[in-house]
């Protein structure tokens, strides 16, 4: 059973920035492709982007230059760096890999 925990997340200014940790407790972490997931107030679940088990990184094209994902296979954990928050940054964010997710973590951009 897969166990998926999001942490770093809360309230952030416009303009600041994030790091969002999510630690899996699994089986052959290393193989995995990692993804992250957001879903703002009344919209639809969004991809942010995703990390291949060899680094290759697919970020979404409208959050390239301010969103980064890493992972420490090691750790067992992936991470998504974000900044120059926007108040639409606003969101849960999930992480997971194929169909195990987390339960997600809130972020709010707000002054």
């Known amino acids: 059973q897969v166990q998926i925990v999001e942490s770093g997340g809360g309230l952030v200014q416009p303009g600041g920035s994030l790091r969002l940790s999510c630690t899996f407790s699994?089986?052959?972490?290393?193989?995995?492709?990692l993804a992250w997931v957001r879903q703002a107030p009344g919209k639809q679940r969004e991809f942010v982007g995703n990390?291949?088990?060899?680094?290759?990184?697919n970020l979404a094209e409208s959050l390239k230059g301010r969103f980064s994902i890493s992972r420490d296979n090691g750790k067992q954990t992936v991470y998504l760096q974000m900044s120059t928050l926007k108040p639409e940054d606003t969101a849960i964010y999930y992480c997971?890999?194929?169909?195990?997710w987390g339960r997600g973590i809130q972020v709010t951009v707000s002054s």
């Open positions: 997971g890999s194929g169909e195990s």
């Open positions: 699994v089986r052959f972490f290393n193989i995995l492709t």
């Open positions: 990390i291949r088990s060899g680094g290759d990184i």
